[in-house]
């Protein structure tokens, strides 16, 4: 299974961009797929998920009512919508994929598949 992650960019603080995921070699029917962000000198973080088997989304507090997840059927993967954008959303951004179904997707040992990160940089 791999997973890629593009859309990354320099945008200005206020700004939007969309990220997208694509997975191969597996389809996540019954499992979920996530995205996490790490910026310089902290610890990998949860932004949102998106549970297939219950049609549910989760989204961490810093980015509820900014960015949205959504399924793209076409490519088995995700897009994460990130609105208004600040400077702390900086960060390479990583989405990760489980097939268990699980209803932690919010922590980072739920999830088996990892693609290489996207780097976002929001300037003030």
């Known amino acids: 299974v791999q997973l890629q992650a593009s859309g990354g960019g320099l945008v200005q603080a206020g700004g939007s961009l969309r990220l997208s995921c694509a997975a191969s070699?597996?389809?996540?029917?019954?499992?979920?797929m996530g995205w996490f962000r790490q910026a310089p000198r902290k610890e990998r973080e949860f932004v949102a998920a998106?549970?297939?088997?219950?049609?549910?989304?989760l989204y961490s507090d810093s980015v509820k009512g900014r960015f949205t997840i959504s399924r793209d059927n076409a490519k088995n993967g995700v897009y994460l919508q990130m609105n208004s954008l600040k400077p702390e959303d900086t960060a390479v951004y990583y989405c990760?994929?489980?097939?268990?179904?699980?209803?932690?997707?919010?922590?980072?040992?739920?999830?088996?598949?990892w693609g290489q990160g996207t780097q976002v940089t929001v300037s003030s």
């Open positions: 070699g597996r389809t996540f029917s019954s499992g979920g």
């Open positions: 998106m549970s297939w088997s219950r049609g549910t989304t």
């Open positions: 990760a994929a489980e097939y268990s179904g699980s209803y932690f997707l919010a922590a980072r040992y739920e999830y088996d598949y």
